[in-house]
Every structure is written in structure tokens, then in C-alpha cells.
């Protein structure tokens, strides 16, 4: 018996077979964000229907470190690829609201599945024209909670980024033009929102 035993200690278990993925996001999180809206939802998606799980994730920025996209791995616990739980992965990141312009990427295949359905918009904010009027985080508080009254945006988490030359705001909601319809008056006429640019994001 003992011999036998010695064996089994050494005999490595089979690798279980995985599929894996990225789900890219074309959302402006920073991680703690991220994982409020969207990890901590997929997780628990994934766990209670027994497909997989999330892996790990990070966030892709550009200079001068503005956040262009934010991700999620994902181990499926199959090495055949189901496009139904794939399908049913995205529906369910499409209701934690990704934005358009997201993609789900599948390693073994190295297929770039399209999904999304919010739409995004970005107020940026002249930073010289802020200090000019003495800003304080309770002025930039009141301006991006009035956007989100009048645009009606989803406000599921708190989307911004700043450097030294400007503060950046982001909204997402089902239409970019009906949002910056709903907010071109309040921007071009409040002084703090003096110089400030709206740019569609998604």
C-alpha cells in the first residue's frame, strides 16, 4: 500500500480544461468602479449558473492617463466553446450597462464578438477656466449631478479623471445626441462649464 501511495503523491492531476476570455469594456472605470458595476455582478452570474469564473482584469489608458477602456478575464470551465453561455455572458454585462463599442474576445478562436448597447459622453472641462472661478469638488459635484438630472444618465458609478489642464466627466446613457441635447444649455451657459467640450465616448 505504501508504494502505491508514494505513486499517487506523484502522478500530477489532469489540467482541467478551460476556455478563456476577455470581455473589454469600452467604459471609463478605475477598478473600484469596475468592480461595482460590473465584476462583482459577473462573478456571482458566473458562480450561480456554474460556468466559470473571473480571473482578473485591468484598465488600458493613454496620455496623459486618461482611461481608454477597462477589462475582465474570465475562465469558462470548458475547453468547448458554447456560444449560448457566451451570448448569455454578454447579455448580462449589457445589463450592467457596458456601452457600445465593447468586445468579447476569445483566445482559442481569436474572435472579437461586438457588444454594447449604452451610448457615452464625455464633458471636459477647462481646468484654467476652473481655478479662474475658485472650483471646489462641491462645485464639480453640482455639475455632474445636474448633468445627470437633465440628461437622465445612468448614474451607477462615479466616472471622471482629471490632469492639469482638464477635468473630464463621463455620462452613459441610451442616446449621446438626446444627452447633449439635454445638457448643451446648462454647460454653455453655467461660468465653471466655460471652454468646455462634448465629445461622444461610445
Given at each position: 500500500m505504501f508504494p502505491n501511495l508514494?505513486?499517487?503523491?506523484?502522478?500530477?492531476?489532469?489540467?482541467?480544461?478551460?476556455?478563456?476570455?476577455?470581455?473589454?469594456?469600452?467604459?471609463?472605470?478605475s477598478p473600484a468602479e469596475k468592480a461595482?458595476?460590473?465584476?462583482?455582478?459577473?462573478s456571482?452570474?458566473?458562480?450561480?449558473?456554474?460556468y466559470g469564473e473571473v480571473t482578473g482584469g485591468g484598465t488600458a489608458k493613454?496620455?496623459?492617463?486618461?482611461?481608454?477602456?477597462c477589462d475582465l478575464q474570465i475562465e469558462l470551465e470548458s475547453e468547448n466553446i458554447d456560444y449560448t453561455v457566451i451570448h448569455s455572458i454578454i447579455e448580462h454585462l449589457e445589463n450592467c450597462g457596458a456601452p457600445?463599442?465593447?468586445k468579447?474576445?476569445?483566445d482559442a478562436t481569436q474572435e472579437e464578438i461586438p457588444f454594447g448597447k449604452m451610448e457615452g459622453m464625455a464633458v471636459y472641462l477647462d481646468a484654467e477656466n476652473l481655478q479662474e472661478h475658485n472650483c471646489t469638488s462641491e462645485d464639480l459635484d453640482f455639475i455632474q449631478k445636474e448633468i445627470y438630472r437633465l440628461t437622465g444618465a445612468r448614474e451607477n458609478a462615479d466616472r471622471y479623471w482629471e490632469d492639469e489642464t482638464t477635468t473630464a466627466l463621463y455620462f452613459y446613457g441610451t442616446s449621446y445626441e438626446e444627452m447633449k441635447a439635454s445638457a448643451e444649455a446648462f454647460i454653455s451657459g453655467y461660468p465653471l462649464c466655460q471652454q468646455a467640450r462634448i465629445v461622444r465616448i461610445a
Open positions: 508514494l505513486l499517487n503523491f506523484f502522478i500530477k492531476s489532469p489540467e482541467v480544461a478551460v476556455t478563456h476570455l476577455v470581455a473589454q469594456l469600452n467604459d471609463k472605470l461595482i458595476v460590473y465584476t462583482r455582478s459577473l456571482a452570474f458566473l458562480e450561480e449558473k456554474s493613454e496620455e496623459p492617463g486618461e482611461i481608454v477602456f457600445k463599442g465593447s468579447l474576445l476569445v
